[in-house]
């Protein structure tokens, strides 16, 4: 080895050396012609010779694979690598004692300044007894598919034979026309593949015994190498005892010949002993049959009356062939779900592995582009793990990685993915997510769940996690690319200290935590009283009297002072907080004008959209409201983005203030979409002329809107109040168009209720 080349090993193993410990596999940095710059020290384990020995080898681990090998993993490689940044191979490998061994190997590309490939980064493990399995497994299916082909064709032979046998039968012709509907309706039913969700179908044996007369009727199944034969079905009281054949040499020797055994008594063969092992009574008189199946045996009784004959020992044979079919079937199928399990999922925590994380995630960026929703992807890495798994040992680690994959799941949700890569590290896809915030608040939530103690086996560990968040579109539509990022988020949590979270995009990060804080913020609000109200008072022109006021909600926060409904508005609404908010407005609204007493004014509440087709709330509001009589002392005030509604939704809602006396008022006309047709078939008392229009037509003397709103409205039936008047001079010719009242700065400011509680007494 070079000069050179010892340097750069010895800077490799001193930075590397302290992540790969405990780790199976081995790292390997190498050019993909030319001498190996490092190996980690699990060389020995997995190649069988020390890695000093490689060091600095041209031929590297060419070594230990053939020519032809060789060349195919490089032309992947390179194939790989033309596309993307990381690459994943299998090959094998003869280790130095000559035992083949099968290989994965993921990494990424090793590039010179000018971004030229020179070589690879790769994680090699060691995949054999997996491989081994699989092969094992599917060698297992094929064959379990070719008897169930032989099975199905006997079926149906037989099936045919007891068809023809049903028609030239006489003297049984009632018992057989029940067989056969037994057999072809089990035949037909296995055919569907639902058939096989509720396993083995006792009450077909059931009916088939009815059918023919039986008394006892046992069945068996041999075990893989015959001999242990295991109870399927009995037709007595309990569950049947397995045989070995030790136990029942007779028993066995006749089903392993495939000999039909009819007979009077067990007695007369000798099978008494071995039946009453199997606590099947052999002192009833009758007549009885062994019948050999494909792996297994069936053993009924007919009590009394004549011997089963041939058509009826058909007809068993057939359903017994039926049921081991069925059996076979979900043999398969549960060998294929291990299959499954091994090849795509994780068999410490039963996430997804990385081969399907990665095929699931670029699946959903191929439909994020064409649909254009928004998806997240969590790097999750525990802290403190490496101190437990060298304290406690490498068994109690991985129950505490089994641990953490169950929290996980818990908190995503069943659309979303969840694997592990590896180690401790894990990741999450978050599908169609509505904002950035909502990442954030899923990270929070993990957060949260791993930092409870998790107690095993009387041990109390505690961990933390970091967790990094990318987010496509915006910051990559590339599977490794969003990794690579949130990957390096992650570790930008980190240095922000154990325990947290960090977007790859930090301003996006800052105003999702922005966001996440005046959601705390306002719930804790609401919990400590931190919101009231103020009341802007509406003037009567033709008298000048206060006819009412207009609840407006504040919050008073403890930093940043009074606050409007503007300021925090939509993180109430992305919260879920806004029917809370709008329920307390209702209730105090209520409260206060009690206070009021005995006089015509009214006091008007805002709802909003949210509310409006919140059904829960809009039944208790109503139920509250029609506690008391109000005659119009109570008012609730939509705004025209309540129109977006569909208007036989929204008139159910008007339909129930009207008959609890409720007046309505629709907010901010002139401001944006309002169907003329709707407006007259509702029942809204009130239009309130929104303030922007009324200044323009003031000062610019754009008056013809106005004057066509109250045209209408007042065509209408309805009253016309002008918001935001801020002079005198406005009032005329807010007169001369209609305006029965109006609101704004010239007339009052909003004040607290028990300033204008004061002044309507002082003007009553």
């Not at 994965?104 to 490939?117: N, P, S, Y």
């Not at 793990?385 to 304290?391: E, H, L, R, T, V």
């Not at 991985?398 to 969840?418: N, Q």
């Not at 009341?535 to 006021?549: C, E, H, N």
């Amino acid at each position: 080895m070079s000069e050179a080349s010892q340097s750069l090993f010895g800077r490799c193993d001193c930075a590397l050396t302290p992540l790969l410990q405990g780790l199976p596999g081995m790292l390997c940095v190498r050019p993909l012609d030319g001498a190996i710059v490092y190996l980690s020290a699990a060389c020995r384990e997995l190649l069988g010779v020390e890695r000093t020995v490689l060091m600095g080898r041209h031929d590297g681990l060419a070594g230990f694979m053939s020519d032809d090998e060789r060349q195919r993993v490089n032309v992947e490689i390179r194939s790989q690598l033309a596309g993307r940044q990381g690459y994943q191979v299998r090959y094998q490998l003869r280790r130095a004692d000559g035992e083949a061994i099968t290989i994965d190997e993921g990494g990424v590309a090793w590039c010179d300044e000018r971004g030229q490939l020179r070589g690879v980064c790769g994680y090699l493990t060691d995949v054999s007894a997996q491989v081994d399995q699989l092969q094992g497994m599917a060698a297992e299916l094929g064959q379990r598919r070719q008897l169930q082909q032989e099975l199905t064709s006997q079926v149906s032979q037989l099936s045919a034979q007891l068809a023809e046998l049903e028609i030239r039968s006489d003297q049984r012709q009632r018992r057989m026309r029940a067989l056969l509907k037994q057999v072809q309706r089990w035949q037909q039913l296995l055919e569907q593949p639902e058939a096989l969700n509720d396993g083995v179908p006792e009450e077909a044996l059931v009916a088939v015994a009815e059918a023919l007369q039986l008394g006892q009727a046992h069945w068996w199944r041999l075990s893989p190498d015959r001999s242990v034969l295991q109870p399927v079905i009995r037709s007595g009281i309990g569950v049947g005892v397995t045989l070995t054949a030790s136990q029942a040499p007779l028993l066995f020797r006749a089903l392993n010949d495939g000999m039909v055994m009819t007979f009077v008594a067990p007695t007369n063969l000798g099978l008494a002993a071995e039946l009453g092992a199997a606590g099947i009574s052999t002192t009833e008189a009758g007549n009885w049959l062994l019948l050999p199946l494909p792996c297994g045996g069936l053993l009924v009784q007919r009590k009394g009356g004549a011997a089963l004959q041939p058509e009826e020992q058909l007809g068993l044979t057939a359903v017994g062939l039926m049921l081991t079919l069925l059996l076979e079937r979900l043999d398969a199928r549960q060998a294929r779900h291990q299959l499954s399990q091994l090849a795509y999922f994780d068999p410490l925590t039963q996430l997804e592995n990385r081969r399907l994380f990665l095929q699931q995630l670029q699946d959903a960026l191929v439909r994020q582009r064409r649909e254009g929703f928004k998806l997240a992807l969590l790097f999750m890495d525990l802290d403190g793990f490496k101190q437990i798994n060298d304290q406690h040992g490498h068994e109690m680690g991985d129950r505490l990685l089994a641990a953490v994959a169950r929290r996980l799941k818990g908190v995503v949700r069943g659309t979303d993915h969840c694997a592990r890569l590896g180690g401790d590290e894990f990741v999450i896809m978050l599908h169609q997510i509505r904002d950035n915030l909502a990442a954030a608040e899923v990270a929070r939530k993990l957060v949260d769940a791993i930092a409870v103690p998790f107690q095993l086996e009387g041990v109390v560990l505690r961990l933390q996690v970091s967790i990094g968040i990318a987010i496509a579109p915006e910051d990559s539509q590339d599977v490794g690319a969003l990794l690579r990022l949130a990957d390096t988020a992650m570790y930008k949590a980190k240095r922000g200290g154990i325990g947290g979270y960090a977007f790859a995009d930090g301003e996006r990060g800052a105003q999702a935590l922005r966001s996440q804080t005046l959601s705390h913020e306002l719930l804790r609000a609401l919990e400590e009283g931190q919101f009231n109200l103020q009341y802007l008072p509406q003037v009567d022109l033709s008298g000048g009297r206060i006819a009412g006021a207009e609840a407006l909600l504040r919050w008073q926060h403890p930093q940043r002072g009074l606050l409007a409904p503007h300021e925090f508005a939509a993180e109430a609404e992305r919260g879920g907080l806004w029917p809370r908010l709008g329920d307390w407005v209702g209730r105090q609204v209520c409260i206060d004008r009690r206070e009021l007493g005995d006089n015509s004014a009214f006091l008007s509440f805002n709802l909003s959209l949210p509310e409006l087709t919140n059904r829960r709330m809009m039944q208790r509001l109503l139920e509250r409201l029609a506690e008391g009589s109000h005659d119009g002392v109570i008012r609730v005030d939509l705004s025209e983005s309540a129109l977006r509604l569909a208007p036989r939704q929204l008139e159910g809602v008007l339909r129930d203030f009207g008959e609890a006396r409720i007046g309505i008022s629709l907010d901010d006309v002139g401001s944006g979409w309002l169907p003329l047709a709707w407006l007259e078939a509702m029942p809204i008392d009130t239009l309130k002329v929104d303030g922007r229009l009324v200044r323009r037509a003031a000062l610019n003397g754009g008056a013809a809107l106005v004057a066509a709103v109250c045209a209408v409205g007042t065509e209408l039936g309805k009253q016309i109040v002008a918001e935001g008047v801020e002079e005198a001079g406005w009032l005329p010719s807010l007169s001369a168009h209609g305006c029965t009242g109006a609101q704004g700065y010239y007339f009052y400011r909003p004040m607290a209720f028990g300033e204008l509680k004061q002044l309507m007494r002082g003007l009553h």
